[in-house]
């Protein structure tokens, strides 16, 4: 049964904020509005609760006492709970150092694990996967394809890639939400194409930017590697998590000699990174359940996702288009939206450039108005992006779902002040 949930209204986005920590304010700074999720999202209290708990346990999984096993059962616990979030009923899951270091992880293995032909991603990507696809296809004696994306979409297409798929295509590698353009991708059209030709193709999500904004589904896709960093979905730094399917599975990847069970995992686990990703899918089952009437958890996680998007949709579009007396950032002669102006692709994300002023100094003035927000360079990180734009930097505004209308007029209000002194 389809359960259609209901928008995050004022109660509920108070009980939303209410569950993270830091959400309107710095510990260094004081008061800011936070519009710099992308960077690393909020954290909820639950997390810093159950960091807190774990971190004082001296105990480690695999001994004969009453610790050790209960250890093992919220690591089992915490893998069930991963499956039903992304919808990932085949496969495992695991955590490794971070989201970088999964993703080197993954596509080593790949590149290493098949024969010859070709590696293919995108000018999209983070240097995530398009480094480590580089490095690798090399030592694998594998050519490496990039086909570009849509300069003005700031996405890229099944299209683009249909072109350069080839029946010795053995590993492909693509970005769910780019985090300099905010803008989404078809993983499961672009997989489609994909299998059309090279069936066994080892498929690597990077769903980095992407897992935050909830509607995960793995299953859906027909990928084989899927990976995200926890600090950016509301849990915590200090881990990454992978989930590969039986394909990838398959392949000879490193573990310790004799060790049982074909692992991932290097060394002893942080029963604490595995617990802390149970608490953040208690909090979308959570807000499911405030927004819809779904019975099942799988739906109500899904119908959180939904809320979310839909939330954040009506932040973005303020944001561009204005609230109340507030102009939006279209009617700001002075400023440039990556991406254009009404791009269904985005995801809670705005990036701006202003005419005469650097984009540093205008993350500094937002700074001073009580604006978090963040610069993203022309750099090994963003330039694949802004350059082919002729843009040296640019001023990234990343929202999440329990941001409000009311910060988004705040911002308004400091950007209008601020493009005015420069006219």
Known sequence: MTHHPHSIDADLLAQIRSRFAHVDTCPFEGERVFFENAGGALTLNSVVETSAKFAAIPDNQGRDNPAAHALVAIIEKAKADMAVFFNAPEGRFFVGESGTELLFRLIRSACLGTEGGQVLGSTLEHPATRSAARHWSEVAGKSHVLVAHDDATGTVEPQHYAAAITPDTRVATILH???????????????????????????IVDGIQHAAHGRLDIASY?????????YKVFSRHGYGLAWVSDRLNALKHEHLIDAPGNPWEFGTRDTGSYATFSDVVDYFDWLGGAVSAATDRRERIVAAGEAIHAHEAALTHAMIHGTGNNKGLADMPEVTIVGGVDNPRREGLVTIAVAGMDAPDVVTELRKRGIRTHTRKADHYSANILAPLGMSAAVRVSMCHYNSEAEVAKFLQAMREITEAVR
């Open 177 to 203: 939400t780019s985090p300099v353009s905010g803008m989404g991708v078809d993983v499961a059209a672009i997989a489609a194409e994909i299998r059309k030709v090279a069936a066994e193709c080892i498929i």
């Open 222 to 230: 027909d990928v084989d590697g899927y990976v995200v960093s926890p």
